[in-house]
């Protein structure tokens, strides 16, 4: 009896391997549609593209060439805080990146605006690329507030940022 389960087990293992393998993708729940791109990369092929700015931490904090998603996921780790013109007067803003094990998606990072105790909570979530030049990125950003929604220009030195994240 032990012998022909055996027999019945040996018959049967590549069939279960094979369905095993092919069967793990379907359980997957993870994503990954961040590509980062370095200010030495920028093109205009990347004009009107929805993009995430990643500031630099400091002057020397700085990056070339093309970079990995395990990379992205180190670059993201520090979270730099950068002040800039929203509207009329100068507001600070800190980075929120949101990345899990298996996903990292574009519409989850954000700009969440620092402020004193008890004022509204400001984001900012997408935002395009207009225009670029030698010195300074120009974006459309969709800022969000508990009262409203406004679309703003913002005109932002390009020394201050390390890269830009962009939807592949």
């Given at each position: 009896?032990?012998l022909?389960?055996?027999?019945v087990?040996k018959?049967l293992?590549?069939a279960?391997?094979?369905?095993?393998?092919n069967?793990?993708s379907?359980?997957?729940q993870?994503g990954?549609?961040l590509?980062?791109?370095?200010?030495?990369?920028l093109s205009p092929k990347?004009?009107?593209?929805e993009?995430?700015?990643d500031?630099k931490g400091?002057?020397a904090?700085?990056?070339?060439?093309k970079?990995?998603?395990?990379k992205?996921r180190g670059l993201?780790?520090?979270?730099?805080?950068?002040?800039f013109?929203l509207?009329?007067?100068?507001?600070?803003?800190k980075?929120r990146?949101?990345l899990?094990?298996d996903?990292g998606?574009?519409?989850?990072?954000?700009l969440?605006?620092?402020?004193?105790m008890g004022?509204e909570k400001?984001?900012?979530?997408e935002?395009?690329l207009?225009?670029?030049?030698?010195?300074?990125l120009?974006?459309e950003a969709?800022?969000y507030?508990?009262?409203?929604?406004?679309?703003?220009t913002l005109?932002?030195?390009k020394s201050?940022v390390?890269?830009l994240l962009?939807?592949?």
């Amino acid at each position: 009896m032990f012998l022909e389960v055996m027999k019945v087990f040996k018959q049967l293992t590549p069939a279960l391997l094979f369905l095993i393998i092919n069967t793990t993708s379907l359980f997957s729940q993870g994503g990954w549609d961040l590509q980062y791109i370095s200010m030495d990369s920028l093109s205009p092929k990347y004009l009107g593209e929805e993009v995430r700015i990643d500031f630099k931490g400091s002057a020397a904090d700085t990056l070339h060439g093309k970079l990995t998603a395990l990379k992205i996921r180190g670059l993201l780790f520090k979270k730099d805080t950068v002040s800039f013109s929203l509207g009329e007067k100068v507001e600070k803003f800190k980075e929120r990146w949101t990345l899990y094990p298996d996903q990292g998606i574009l519409r989850e990072q954000t700009l969440e605006r620092v402020g004193a105790m008890g004022e509204e909570k400001t984001f900012i979530r997408e935002m395009y690329l207009v225009d670029f030049d030698e010195t300074t990125l120009t974006v459309e950003a969709l800022v969000y507030r508990p009262s409203e929604q406004t679309r703003e220009t913002l005109i932002l030195n390009k020394s201050a940022v390390k890269g830009l994240l962009v939807r592949y």
